[in-house]
């Protein structure tokens, strides 16, 4: 069964970059059937896609968030990674992977990792 | 395309019957999806194609509705369904999701 697991800090400086991989296990990476996303949800409120790609690298990103975002693969490591720059405690969140079917639902989720931005 | 969910939080007894709402900005002729999610935990995929349910979800959720206008509902509520459930379209990007309905069992 398809696996997603995040990995990355828990805890960034106001202005600075944010790096986070997800590792994909029992499914390959490289699959024809799937996009991998970053979803985010901030404590208590709702979910926000921030972007997917396909395992060729092309990219597809949310507009409100597209100028500080970057998402790449390396297919090699079944890994696909975020990074979100200038963050905020705005950015404050539990930040998902996930896994999408070209329909557009995601039926995989990793367990989130808790990002907190703060001095 | 701006997804409104309703109610915003809900309590029912078990057994009781449970219909919840969302709302698309515009139509997206059945793209839809519901999650459920347990405090703690990731988003579960209920259902996807507006009817759909998804390998080894309770059949006890079912989802239907057409053009803007989307219904989940529960037929019979369980202890376990205690959770957050969230609409998601699947039309266009950007993918949105409703902000999300409490169910709390009484």
């Known amino acids: 069964q398809l696996q997603l697991q995040e990995s990355g800090p828990g805890l960034v400086k106001p202005s600075e970059t944010l790096s986070l991989t997800c590792t994909v296990s029992g499914y390959s990476i490289t699959s024809y059937s799937y996009y991998w996303a970053w979803i985010r949800q901030p404590p208590g409120k709702g979910l926000e896609w921030i972007g997917n790609i396909y395992y060729s690298g092309s990219t597809y990103y949310n507009p409100s968030l597209e100028s500080r975002v970057s998402i790449s693969v390396d297919t090699s490591k079944s890994q696909f990674s975020l990074t979100m720059t200038s963050m905020t405690a705005a950015d404050t969140a539990v930040y998902y992977c996930a896994s999408r079917l070209s329909s557009g639902w995601f039926d995989y989720w990793g367990q989130g990792t808790l990002v907190t931005v703060s001095s | ?106």
């Open chain 2, 1 to 106: 395309i701006q997804m409104t969910q309703s109610p915003s939080s809900l309590s029912a007894s078990a057994g009781d019957r449970v219909t919840i709402t969302c709302r698309a900005s515009q139509d997206i002729t059945n793209s839809l999806a519901w999650y459920q999610q347990i405090p703690g935990k990731a988003p579960k995929l209920l259902l996807y194609a507006a009817s759909r349910l998804e390998s080894g979800v309770p059949s006890r959720f079912s989802g239907s509705g057409s053009g803007t206008d989307y219904t989940l509902t529960v037929s019979s509520l369980q202890p376990e369904d205690s959770a957050t459930y969230y609409c998601q379209q699947c039309y266009s990007t950007p993918w949105t999701f409703g902000q999300g309905t409490k169910v709390e069992i009484k």
